[in-house]
């Protein structure tokens, strides 16, 4: 099996976070080396990175600001962590990657997108997934998926803000349908778990 970046997208309480300790947990069990990782995040500079864009605080912080931050933290990621990683052979699983830039500040934030993709092009030095999964789901069904915790600064946007993230990110795996395949995350957990190993079995195993 040769190293696979797989990555995954969705807007908040899409449910993706679960669907890689799942496919992490499969994968582990047929013998594949995974790690499986975030955005932003990873290692500890990027993990810090995070809590700078997500504090409740930072309600004065600008798009350019954030746009930099969500690239430095993944320029970290991917140079510390998921290169090293795919270069010692394994699975990567990404909660989020440069199509979470594109929808949200790219399209929420309404930031230059091809600005956006040649930066992203410099900070990962043009490391594209092999497939992405889009978990979709209704803005109203992320929203009462995460009613109950404490929103971060993202989170607490205006829900026009989540429709354009949602939107875009149908419009991208339209024009990357090579990468992208679209789940409905509405369906029962386990259900969509056996969606996406079939999807894994069939693409990279030929069954
Ligand atoms: P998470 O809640 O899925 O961990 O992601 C953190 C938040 O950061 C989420 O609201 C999406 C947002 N985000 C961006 O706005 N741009 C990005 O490039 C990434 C990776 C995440």
């Known amino acids: 099996m040769k190293p696979l970046f797989i990555t995954f997208e969705g807007i908040e309480g899409s449910g993706k976070s679960t669907q890689i300790k799942l496919l992490e947990a499969a994968l582990t069990r047929e013998g594949h080396a995974c790690l499986s990782t975030r955005e932003p995040g ?7 990175i995070r809590r700078i864009l997500l504090n409740n605080e930072y309600i004065q912080m600008q798009p350019e600001t954030e746009l930099l ?7 970290q990621h991917t140079a510390q962590w998921i290169i090293p990683a795919l270069e010692e052979g ?4 990404c909660d989020r990657y440069n199509d979470s830039t594109i929808a949200y500040q790219g399209a929420a934030r309404n930031l230059d997108q091809d600005f956006i993709s040649r930066l992203a ?15 979709d789901l209704s803005v ?3 929203r ?3 009613q109950n ?3 971060d600064r993202m989170e607490k946007e205006a829900i026009a803000f989540h429709h354009k993230v949602r939107d875009q990110y149908l ?13 409905d995350g509405s369906m029962d957990e386990s259900i969509i778990h056996q969606h996406i190993l079939k999807h894994f079995h069939t693409r990279f195993l030929g069954e």
């Not at 419009?171 to 789940?183: D, E, K, M, N, P």
């Open 144 to 146: 009462s998926r995460i």
């Open 140 to 142: 109203e069904q992320g």
């Open 149 to 151: 915790r404490q929103l």
């Open 42 to 48: 990873g290692p500890p500079i990027s993990e810090d």
């Open 69 to 75: 931050l969500y690239m430095a933290s993944r320029a």
């Open 90 to 93: 394994k699975i990567v699983l």
């Open 171 to 183: 419009i991208l795996a339209q024009s990357q349908s090579h990468r992208y395949i679209v789940i």
């Open 121 to 135: 092009a410099f900070a990962t030095r043009s490391l594209e997934p092999d497939l992405t999964f889009l978990l």
